[in-house]
């Protein structure tokens, strides 16, 4: 980890962030030349983040309680774990799940990376593995000179994963066995993910087979997020 000069938090409209985290400016750009130091790494974290979110979702501010309250859970365990284990930084490892809900254009990808970019600034590493699910099953067609199971290994395993709209594409017997397994290894490990789908609160079983709806039940807290389309409101 690069020690990173302080800089404005506003710059990249951190400071909403900060602000949702309980944490200031002054702390943001506190230097007390420690790499490891938590404002270092959040100032590490959100510089590099910035480099992967898309360019529409780059200052991203969640209004949502539940999505603060499940960054600073993932927070708080990395803490937890880096005390057990005196580790030199606070890494999320393991943490609860979260589900956004809601029909198409509400906001569920800009509440997904407004999450990624609150993650960032409480000062504990998270490396994300960010896919849409039409994305990962195309990634995972079996092709010539293609390791399919490395690829998807990389998601399975992944540490904080954002599987952006799952359900959304059509059903086969290749898409469900890739969600199961995806959902059903990251259930037994606690591996901390982020889902999002279009897909009705009442379909979800329907649409996702009983096994991967019932282990989200239990991995995940859902967010219903309810509204207009908003990308209408903009063309109009
Ligand atoms: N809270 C918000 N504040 C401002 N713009 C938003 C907000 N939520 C969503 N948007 C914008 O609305 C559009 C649709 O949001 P998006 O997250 O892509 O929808 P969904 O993923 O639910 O289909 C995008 O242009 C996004 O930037
Ligand atoms: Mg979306």
Not at 195 to 202: G, M
Request: charged fraction near 20%.
């Amino acid at each position: 980890m690069d020690l990173i000069p302080p800089y404005d938090p506003a710059q990249h409209g951190l400071l909403p962030l900060l602000a949702r985290q309980g944490r200031t400016a002054d702390w943001f750009t506190t230097d007390n030349g420690n790499p490891f130091s938590e404002p270092n790494i959040a100032r590490w974290s959100a510089h590099t983040t910035a480099k992967n979110i898309p360019f529409i979702y780059q200052r991203a501010v969640s209004e949502r309680p539940e999505i603060s309250q499940w960054i600073t859970a993932l927070a708080d365990q990395a803490r937890k774990v880096q005390a057990e284990r005196g580790a030199p930084v606070p890494s999320v490892v393991r943490g609860p799940s979260l589900l956004l809900l809601g029909p198409t254009g509400v906001g569920k990808t800009y509440e997904a990376h407004a999450a990624i970019r609150e993650l960032a600034v409480t000062g504990v590493v998270a490396r994300w593995t960010v896919t849409t699910a039409a994305d990962l099953y195309a990634k995972l067609r079996v092709r010539h000179g293609v390791d399919t199971e490395a690829e998807f290994a990389k998601f399975v395993n992944a540490t904080v994963l954002l599987l952006d709209d799952i359900g959304a594409a059509k059903v086969s017997e290749f898409t469900e066995d890739i969600n199961f397994r995806l959902i059903n290894h990251r259930y037994e490990n606690q591996l901390p993910t982020l889902l999002t789908s279009n897909v009705a609160p009442k379909e979800l079983a329907g649409r996702l087979g009983d096994r991967v709806a019932s282990r989200l039940n239990e991995m995940c807290q859902r967010v219903v997020i309810t509204g207009p389309d908003r990308r209408r409101g903009q063309a109009a």
